[in-house]
Nanobody
Framework: QVQLVESGGGLVQAGGSLRLSCAASGRTFSSNGMGWFRQAPGKEREFVAAISWSGDSTNYADSVKGRFTISRDNAKNTVYLQMNNLKPEDTAVYYC??????????????????WGQGTQVTVSS
């Protein structure tokens, strides 16, 4: 059974930092693209960042470029999201996702096959 488990969310003041982790189990994703999405209250889930299987290529939403960094450790089957200079508008449930297809770096939600349960990030002003 494939599981993606996010951790590292919490409450932080504006300007602060958090590091999210997503640990995969049940299969390896070392050849698959992985990504982070978020969903704020009353809004649709949106793309945040994605990373290629090797970690050499990344994509970011314009709203987080220069503040967030996605990375991965294939030996640990884990992907990370370092979030710096957080803003109140970053408040959302953050979801980790993995693509079943090999060697991809998708940004579209429908292209991801596996999802975590989400972790809450709240940024106070």
């Amino acid at each position: 059974q494939v599981q993606l488990v996010e951790s590292g969310g919490g409450l932080v003041q504006a300007g602060g930092s958090l590091r999210l982790s997503c640990a995969a189990s049940g299969r390896t994703f070392s050849s698959n693209g992985m990504g982070w999405f978020r969903q704020a209250p009353g809004k649709e889930r949106e793309f945040v960042a994605a990373i290629s299987w090797s970690g050499d290529s990344t994509n970011y939403a314009d709203s987080v470029k220069g503040r967030f960094t996605i990375s991965r450790d294939n030996a640990k089957n884990t992907v990370y999201l370092q979030m710096n200079n957080l803003k109140p508008e970053d408040t959302a449930v953050y979801y980790c996702a993995a693509d079943r297809a090999l060697f991809t770096i998708p940004t579209a939600e429908y292209k991801y096959d596996f999802w975590g349960q989400g972790t809450q990030v709240t940024v106070s002003s």
